[in-house]
Nanobody, 118 residues
Framework: QVQLVESGGGLVQAGGSLRLSCAASGTIFSINGAHWYRQAPGKQRELVAVITSDGDTNYADSVEGRFTISRDNAKNTVYLQMNTLKPEDTGVYYC????????????WGQGTQVTVSS
């Protein structure tokens, strides 16, 4: 049974930084691609950052240059470093990770709240 546990959210002032972690546990052979999404109150979930199995990254225009997605395969963990945070970055952040266990599939984290005050 694969589980993803997110951590690192919280309350921060505008201009501050947070690092989100998404740790996979269980019998895992490899972590492949991963996504970070966020959902603001009253809005649809949006894709924020992508890392492919080859390590290529891509970002939403709204976070380009401020957020960095990375992966530590030895720790089975995906990260989202968020710098120069803005109030509009507020929302619940979810990781979505492609994991090879006894099968291959996409798994979701439980979400972590990020609140940026002005």
């Amino acid at each position: 049974q694969v589980q993803l546990v997110e951590s690192g959210g919280g309350l921060v002032q505008a201009g501050g930084s947070l690092r989100l972690s998404c740790a996979a546990s269980g019998t895992i052979f490899s972590i492949n691609g991963a996504h970070w999404y966020r959902q603001a109150p009253g809005k649809q979930r949006e894709l924020v950052a992508v890392i492919t199995s080859d390590g290529d990254t891509n970002y939403a225009d709204s976070v380009e240059g401020r957020f960095t997605i990375s992966r530590d395969n030895a720790k089975n963990t995906v990260y989202l470093q968020m710098n120069t945070l803005k109030p509009e970055d507020t929302g619940v952040y979810y990781c979505n990770v492609n994991i090879r266990a006894y099968g291959l599939g996409w798994h979701w984290g439980q979400g972590t709240q990020v609140t940026v005050s002005s």
